[in-house]
């Protein structure tokens, strides 16, 4: 089981001291010198506590530079805070450092720290507490983010209700865009992208921005929402089959970046795609009517655009429906990507 | 990054329904369906928040039964909430299973499944949420697990103080004798040890008992603890680090259990590897003398005794000496096994 040991390789309290000590500036991770973390409860809150795992070659690829692995592996989590209305309060790490490789090497860890450390800071968090060890497999990240909301304000995704509005944040598929253009480097010229706009697509498929600023937000006046992980289709399926009912979207209707647009025009069989590739990490919501206009004006002067893009109905079938512009129902054999084949 | 699916393997969402979903007893788990847990706090308690991996052939043997992979990945957890004075509320349970292999098995996650429930039953908490995803890796399991205690009560390893007594759970180093005999069948015949015995070694390495009922003895009469995971010297040292002491631990005061003592007495070189070997998962306490009696007397009466080994001095030097019957130091040169090197 133990392997000798190699005077070049950092150990796990070197490691922890260096570059993840510095992120723990709450007081509520004891320094990580506790193996655990002492949070104070509120009763006038409730706390949402989600974790996500991110693994090389399964989530992100080989060659990501470490800043956006952590970036990435913190960002998943705190979207799903974001979706549930919660504000971050703290996250643990638990890292599985392969036994050899890059990942080992100071400059790489100091990239991965710094990632997280950029958006911990951004999002108003920090790191509380974790666990360092060596995996003969591949770099593998499990966080557990922890997140807070007045009391029974939680949005959840079974509670949506018929005749609800549904709206989506920023734009879609443009990180199922930027996968691919990494695994093939003509594509950028087939679909006649500048090298900004490549440069965009590949940004949000290593960098997904969670949209914590939206939490309030959906807390007054969303009646469900989940954040939209793997794929538009399947993730809107679920919050349908959670709620018991069936969505209708217009897929003309459904906001694309200027880069995406592009890459559609160039190839207009990339839509399905689009609709269905994973890694969005923006929020999907189901808001009542009455509250449309509010939560679209909320949203905009909080900086995040949100676009309506259909309606939920009575099921069953429990489902969703994305139409044309003729009302034809588009053909979504896979509705979402998964990392679980 | 996709790989095709393969019709005789089990998907995310079956995986969950089948075997984790049972385990989801508590209503805050939101039946696993919401990719988060919902907790509601109560401003009389203080939370404490732990997380840790277990990585097959680093934490367990390729061989060992999956009910013992699902309690070990529980148990490691819980231990530290209870070294902290904390009952368990809930855990969430981060799995990335291999692409191929047994353990994708519906025999084999039911038995995880299995040993995950019977301890939780045990320890009177459930499953709350998780992310299940495949690796190209080893199976890899990260828990993390939530306790409750009542506000500023935690007992933490940098609050001990000179004069206290040390105190140590059950015994010291069976686990490490067991991972030893799992790698050396001829062992057990030379150490003179009895199938059952053996068995016991063994049983101590695959199933570590977190000491869940003293959490609340430990509030009431202890000034600092840590539970003891990668060995006894090397865990006092933090205890003694975290809180600026130095320990003298008479060595032959340390507990062994009547298979580890026949052990010593066939091979008496075995002792240093009992005190810094890991995976105990006992809890050592410091406590000050006028609670040392009433502390081993409601530990007496909780079914978990304890034994006292030693006491903390004034530093510095911060850390700790093992002396033998004569006085003299025993040389420890490691201190605790580390998986990572």
Known sequence: MSRPPDPERLGEFDIIARFFAPLATDPVSLGLTDDAALLHAESRDDLIVTTDTVIESVHFLERDPPETVGHKALAVNLSDLAAKGAEPLGYL???????????????????????????????????????TTATP?????????IGRLPKGQAVLRSRAKAGDRLYISGTIGDAALGLRLLQDHDLAARWGLSEAEA???????????????LAPILRHHAHGAID??????????????ASGLRARVQAGDV????????????????LPMLLTGGDDYEILAAIPADRARGFAIDAERAGLPVTEIGSLEPAPPAGSTFVDRSGAALNLPVRSFSHFV
């Open 93 to 131: 790490l638990a890292l599985s450092l392969p036994d050899q490789g890059k990942q080992s090497s100071t400059a790489w860890l100091e990239g991965l720290a710094s990632g997280l450390k950029q958006l911990q800071e951004q999002a108003g968090t920090a790191l509380i507490g974790g666990d």
């Open 137 to 145: 497999g591949p770099l593998t990240l499990t966080i557990t983010a």
């Open 255 to 270: 906001p694309l970046s200027v880069a995406a647009a592009k890459a559609c025009e160039a190839e207009p069989g990339l």
């Open 228 to 241: 939209v992980s793997d794929g538009l289709a399947g993730d809107l399926d679920k919050l349908c089959i």
């Open 199 to 213: 440069e965009h697509l590949v940004d949000r498929y290593r960098r997904p921005q969670p949209r914590t600023h």
